[in-house]
């Protein structure tokens, strides 16, 4: 048997960028010869094992054909004959398609090397349309390289649009498409993933809310951009300038899908845009099951942000309610989350990125004079149950009007 390094970590040699895990492929061996030598056989999908001291996955070189709709539509066929041509054949893009045994000989039957100097993400063959998770792992891709000046080539975009258009992408499960998107996000241009896939009208298709907002105007002062698309793009170019964690990134994305509700003649104003738009960010959390803490992120920023945007003008009980749909006593960090998701919101706007935002620090003081309200006094007041709760609003909404006396 002969064994091979292959995809990323190969690529990413050759990048100059370091390498995190490896996948290796294995070319003339059974299935019984690897269990004999020790490896774990790891799902029941794929040949695919797990080495007995390093735990790195080793797949035996196959085939696949498609056979149906959707992932689970695959056939595959494994045997010592597969050669690594064969192999390498049915992989996403050719940067991804090259191969290295362990004198570092590359195997580069389809021009990996040559896409990669010239920082192109190309596909392998046609079969590239079977799968379309492909159309995803593109464009998180092309977010992740962008640093580097890689583009997608207009061929490869092309099949991308046609399995936009097929219908495929909808026979993604949420959890392959969640695995994708939340990669994507937390690269370092996150809105590059949702530029390419608007360029090959996916977007469209997986989150037809975010699409909506390309062509959506706002009001020139407030918003040098005025396209609500663009906005919402240089939102999330912020967060990952500001490194911000996926709870966040994922917020930005979704903070303004109500504007794409707008009737036209109200336009370029969007009343009440935070509440039309929490029905969207409710399907859209839904559609790709996202966690429990990104989708809660995004349904109170889409409902707050204008709120953290004028926080020095809110009354002290408006403050306190703000605080109190946060829940800001027991969960701090998610309130410090909305902070950091607005400030995000006021910079994503051309122009304005450097500007300052003392609503920030202002909301910060706020939040911590409201929780340094002591509850000891007033249970030793015999204070219980909901007056106690209500004592507690009380002082705390003193302390709010202290602290903005004194801001
Ligand atoms: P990363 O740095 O994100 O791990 P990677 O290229 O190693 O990048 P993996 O998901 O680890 O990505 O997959 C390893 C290799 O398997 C890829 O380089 C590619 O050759 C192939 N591959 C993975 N998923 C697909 C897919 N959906 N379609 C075609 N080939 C794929
Ligand atoms: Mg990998």
Redesign the pocket.
């Known amino acids: 048997m002969q064994i091979y390094k292959?995809?990323?970590?190969v690529?990413?040699r050759l990048l100059g960028k370091p390498v995190?895990?490896i996948?290796w492929v294995v070319v003339g061996a059974t299935t019984e010869e690897m269990l004999a030598l020790g490896y774990r056989p790891v799902g029941a999908d794929f040949p695919v094992f797990l080495h007995p001291k390093s735990g790195e996955e080793y797949a035996l070189a196959r085939t696949e054909r498609k056979s149906g709709r959707g992932y689970g539509g695959f056939t595959f066929h494994a045997s010592p004959e597969v050669t690594l041509e064969e192999d390498l054949i049915?992989?996403?893009l050719t940067i991804?398609?090259m191969a290295e045994d362990n004198q570092q000989n590359l195997t580069d039957p389809y021009h990996g090397q040559r896409d990669l100097e010239d920082r192109i993400l190309r596909h392998v063959s046609p079969a590239f349309a079977e799968?379309p998770?492909?159309v995803l792992?593109v464009a998180r891709f092309a977010a992740r390289y962008a640093d580097l000046g890689f583009t997608v080539a207009p061929q490869t975009l092309e099949l991308m649009r046609q399995l936009s258009e097929s219908g495929e992408l909808q026979a993604l499960t949420a959890e392959r498409s969640w695995k994708e998107i939340s990669?994507a996000l937390m690269e370092d241009q996150p809105q590059v993933f949702i530029q390419v896939l608007r360029d090959c009208d996916a977007l469209r298709v997986l989150m037809p809310e975010v699409d909506a907002l390309f062509g959506v105007p706002q009001p020139e002062v407030h918003h040098p951009e005025i396209d609500t698309g663009i906005h919402t793009l240089s939102v999330l170019e912020q967060s990952a300038l500001h490194k911000q964690p996926l709870t966040v990134r994922w917020a930005c994305l979704l903070h303004d899908l109500g504007k794409g509700l707008t009737p036209t003649e109200e336009w370029p104003r969007h009343i009440a845009h935070e509440h039309t738009g929490l029905k969207l960010i409710k399907a859209v959390n839904e559609r790709f099951k996202a966690p429990k803490d990104c989708q809660e992120l995004a349904l109170l920023v889409g409902k707050y942000h204008t709120h953290g945007h004028r926080a020095l003008e809110l009354k002290a009980s408006t403050l306190l309610e703000l605080l109190q749909s946060f829940d800001v006593y027991r969960r701090p960090q998610r309130f410090e989350e909305f902070i950091v998701a607005c400030e995000m919101d006021a910079r994503g706007r051309k122009g304005l990125e450097q500007r300052s935002y003392p609503q920030a620090d202002y909301l910060r003081g706020a939040a911590k004079a409201a929780r340094e309200v002591a509850v000891q006094p007033l249970l030793e007041k015999g204070l219980k149950g909901p007056e106690l709760g209500e004592a507690l609003k009380r002082e705390r909404l003193k302390a709010l009007k202290v602290y903005k006396e004194n801001a």
Do not use: E, P, S, Y
Not at 6 to 9: F, S
């Open positions: 292959v995809g990323g970590a690529r990413d995190t895990d996948d049915r992989r996403d991804n398609a799968d998770l492909r792992r990669r």
